[in-house]
């Protein structure tokens, strides 16, 4: 079982960046899949980005290629999302998250995730 606790969220205006990081308990970290989801006010969570075991492989929703970039160090547990030239259609909150997934490599389907932390709030001034 992991824990995943989010920090990093704020308020800031279009165009600026921001750094989520996702911190997990335990040492079966990298055996996870990681990834984001985010939530905007009224709609469903969706998917943002996922991070293979070795972090080198990666898959990224369409609306935030090329701005956020994940990463994660086995090391210290850790996946950070690093988001630029936010837009304030980022606004949500965003949500780490851990697959299990054995037949996986990246995952992009909410339901295959086992674990969730708690969420950041991320909102984008216009």
């Known amino acids: 079982q992991v824990q995943l606790v989010e920090s990093g969220g704020g308020l800031v205006q279009a165009g600026a960046s921001l750094r989520l990081s996702c911190a997990a308990s335990g040492r079966s970290f990298p055996s996870y899949v990681m990834g984001w989801f985010r939530q905007a006010p009224g709609k469903e969570r969706e998917f943002v980005v996922s991070?293979?075991?070795?972090?080198?492989?990666?898959d990224y929703a369409d609306s935030v290629k090329g701005r956020f970039t994940i990463s994660r160090d086995n090391a210290k547990n850790t996946v950070s999302l690093q988001m630029n030239s936010l837009k304030p259609e980022d606004t949500a909150v965003y949500y780490c998250?851990?697959?299990?997934?054995?037949?996986?490599?990246?995952?992009?389907?909410?339901?295959?995730?086992?674990?969730w932390g708690q969420g950041t709030q991320v909102t984008v001034s216009s």
């Open positions: 998250a851990a697959a299990i997934a054995p037949s996986r490599t990246v995952v992009v389907r909410r339901v295959e995730y086992d674990y």
């Open positions: 991070i293979s075991r070795g972090g080198s492989f990666t």
